[in-house]
């Protein structure tokens, strides 16, 4: 979803920001750090909108 957003906005994942890193009374939700969400959504950004990026697996 957040990757979504960005899309729509124009925006890229250095757009992202933090709770701890906008406001310093604020905490991050825990389980995850911040780069690495801005990792994940670059690599859905990455991805052409529209492409199927579904798991194939044989069986």
């Known amino acids: ?12 994942d250095t757009s992202l920001t933090g709770h701890l890193e906008g406001a310093k009374d604020k905490i991050d939700p ?3 750090a ?3 969400m801005r990792a994940r959504v ?3 950004l990455a991805v052409k909108p529209g492409a199927d990026v579904r798991r194939r697996t044989c069986r």
């Open 42 to 44: 670059a690599k859905r």
């Open 1 to 12: 979803m957040t990757a979504a957003l960005c899309r729509a906005h124009g925006w890229t």
């Open 34 to 36: 911040m780069p690495t």
């Open 30 to 32: 825990v389980g995850f």
